[in-house]
């Protein structure tokens, strides 16, 4: 899937000089530093490219959109098998501490100290199908509309391909009527919590897909704590860890 994205290595005018280390082998390195959480020099040699190199080649992939296109990639081999119920998404967020850069903000739950904020939303069994990052302080029920928007089309066993759920549900954070207008007219019926009136413990029974997720999320240790300035490389590992989820259903499909 990879090597269907990723550009063709550049050619030389004459022989000599060092070897380019290949796709699979840099890829085995940006996989590595994504769940262990290492510094780029971390990286052990006997994977094969160095710190350097991987670091590279990540951020040259990460400028062209490889993480998001293999992370759609992997979304159509599972809407093709029929894996991927639509029938309810939910959506939610998690706050993590990060270094000033690009989308960071005082986080209002952590005395004011800068964060940023995964948003995610997940289909009925936990599949991440759309994801986004923003600052600590803002507000989740801003970030819903952009995250509908970003489910990409994708394949169906049957008929055309899909990018709506039948509903999706929020916590009250997201309680706003012209989102609920925004989703009817989708067409998309709400389940969102109502402040004063419904419980949180009843919507629990449908939201703690997403929660689980999250904790899926949180075995990719590069997202414990953000440290990339730059907004698009933060994303870009967001991307991998989804894309890590969907792939291990694959595999537990065809009993790898």
Same mark, same amino acid.
């Given at each position: ?28 390195? *940006? ?5 262990? !959480? ?22 040259? &992939?990460?400028?062209?959109?490889? &993480? ?10 599972? !809407? ?5 119920? &639509?029938?309810?998404?939910?959506? $939610? ?7 000033? !850069? ?7 739950? $952590? ?13 009925? @069994? ?13 507000? $989740? ?34 309680? $706003? ?10 067409? *998309? ?18 939201? &703690? ?22 907004? *698009? ?9 989804? @894309? ?13």
């Amino acid at each position: 899937m990879v090597e269907r994205l990723v550009p063709e290595a550049p050619t030389r005018p004459q022989d000599g000089g060092r070897r380019r280390y290949g796709d699979r082998e840099v890829l085995a390195a *940006i996989i590595f530093a994504a769940t262990t !959480g290492c510094t780029w020099s971390q990286v052990p040699p006997v994977i094969g490219p160095s710190g350097a190199t991987a670091h590279r080649r990540f951020m040259e &992939w990460s400028r062209l959109r490889v &993480w998001a296109k293999l992370h759609r990639l992997v979304l159509d081999e599972l !809407g093709a098998r029929g894996e991927l119920d &639509w029938s309810r998404c939910v959506i $939610d967020s998690v706050n993590m501490r990060a270094l000033k !850069g690009d989308l960071t903000g005082p986080n209002p739950v $952590d005395r004011g100290k800068f964060g940023s904020k995964i948003h995610l939303i997940t289909e009925r @069994t936990g599949l991440p199908l759309s994801v986004g990052i923003s600052g600590a302080n803002l507000h $989740d029920s801003q970030a819903l509309e952009p995250l509908v928007r970003g489910i990409p089309p994708i394949r169906s066993r049957r008929g055309p391909r899909r990018r709506r759920p039948a509903k999706l549900h929020a916590d009250k954070a997201h309680d $706003d009527r012209d989102l609920r207008q925004w989703l009817r007219s989708r067409p *998309i019926t709400p389940r969102i919590a109502r402040k004063g009136i419904e419980s949180s413990e009843r919507l629990g029974r449908h939201r &703690w897909t997403t929660e689980r997720t999250m904790s899926w999320l949180a075995g990719c240790r590069r997202l414990h704590r953000r440290y990339e300035r730059n907004a *698009i490389h933060f994303l870009a590992f967001t991307s991998i860890a989804c @894309t890590l989820i969907c792939y291990r259903r694959l595999t537990k499909r065809d009993g790898l």
